[in-house]
T-cell receptor, first 116, second 110 residues
Framework: EAQVTQNPRYLITVTGKKLTVTCSQNMNHEYMSWYRQDPGLGLRQIYY???????DKGDVPEGYKVSRKEKRNFPLILESPSPNQTSLYFCASSSRSSGRNYNEQFFGPGTRLTVL | RKEVEQDPGPFNVPEGATVAFNCTYS??????FFWYRQDCRKEPKLLMSVYSSGNEDGRFTAQLNRASQYISLLIRDSKLSDSATYLCVVSQGTGNQFYFGTGTSLTVIP
C-alpha cells in the first residue's frame, strides 16, 4: 500500500531534550516536506527536499533541522525543543510524475508533539 | 500579509445545498493551485487541482482567476460526508514551496 508513515504519532517531552520525528514514504517520490499545523495559522512549511541531499528552508525553519540521506526517509530533528514548538506535524511526499494530479502531495498521519 | 487567505467560516448548510468557498493568494508568480480536504485531526488529502480553464470532478467545481489572484471551490448537492475543513493551497518557486490557507470549515446538516 502506497503510504507515508511518521513516528512517533504522539510525543510529550521536556524543553531542551533532543528529539527526532521520522518520516518514510514507499512511493519513490523525489519531493518531501515537513509542516506544522497550529490553530488559526494553518499548515506552514518547515523544510522541504527536492531529492537526496537537497534540502531547503520553508516558511518556518527556525529551531528545526532535516536530513535526506535516502530517498525514502526525511527525518525532522529538534535539537533543543521549546514549548512554542508544541504543534501537530505532518510529513508529505510528492512527485511531478505520479499521483492523479500534477504535484499532488501525500501526507503522513501526523505527529502530535507537546513540549513542556 | 498572508500568502493565502480564506474565509474560515464556519459554513453550516443543509443537505442538498450548494456552497462556494473562495480563496485569494498574494504572489502573482504562484504556479499550481489545489484544494485539499482535512477531516478533524487527520491528514489533509487532495480534493482536486485547480486549472486555469476551470475543472470539475463530480459535484465539485474549481475555478482559477489569475488576474484577480482568486481561487474558488463550488460544491453542489452537499452530502453529510462533505463535512470537513477545506484548504486552499498554492505552490511557488520550484513548485515545491507550498502555502496553505487556514481552511474553511463546512458542516452539512441533515
Amino acid at each position: 500500500e502506497a503510504q507515508v508513515t511518521q513516528n512517533p504519532r504522539y510525543l510529550i517531552t521536556v524543553t531542551g531534550k533532543k528529539l527526532t520525528v521520522t518520516c518514510s514514504q514507499n512511493m519513490n517520490h523525489e519531493y518531501m516536506s515537513w509542516y506544522r499545523q497550529d490553530p488559526g495559522l494553518g499548515l506552514r512549511q518547515i523544510y522541504y527536499s527536492m531529492n537526496v541531499e537537497v534540502t531547503d528552508k520553508g516558511d518556518v525553519p527556525e529551531g528545526y533541522k532535516v536530513s535526506r540521506k535516502e530517498k525514502r526517509n526525511f527525518p525532522l530533528i529538534l535539537e533543543s525543543p521549546s514549548p512554542n514548538q508544541t504543534s501537530l506535524y505532518f510529513c508529505a511526499s510528492s512527485s511531478r510524475s505520479s499521483g492523479r494530479n500534477y504535484n499532488e502531495q501525500f501526507f503522513g498521519p501526523g505527529t502530535r508533539l507537546t513540549v513542556l | 500579509r498572508k500568502e493565502v487567505e480564506q474565509d474560515p467560516g464556519p459554513f453550516n448548510v443543509p443537505e442538498g445545498a450548494t456552497v462556494a468557498f473562495n480563496c485569494t493568494y498574494s504572489n502573482s508568480a504562484s504556479q499550481s493551485f489545489f484544494w485539499y480536504r482535512q477531516d478533524c485531526r487527520k491528514e489533509p488529502k487532495l480534493l482536486m487541482s485547480v486549472y486555469s480553464s476551470g475543472n470539475e470532478d463530480g459535484r465539485f467545481t474549481a475555478q482559477l482567476n489569475r488576474a484577480s489572484q482568486y481561487i474558488s471551490l463550488l460544491i453542489r448537492d452537499s452530502k453529510l460526508s462533505d463535512s470537513a475543513t477545506y484548504l486552499c493551497v498554492v505552490s511557488q518557486g520550484t513548485g515545491n514551496q507550498f502555502y496553505f490557507g487556514t481552511g474553511t470549515s463546512l458542516t452539512v446538516i441533515p
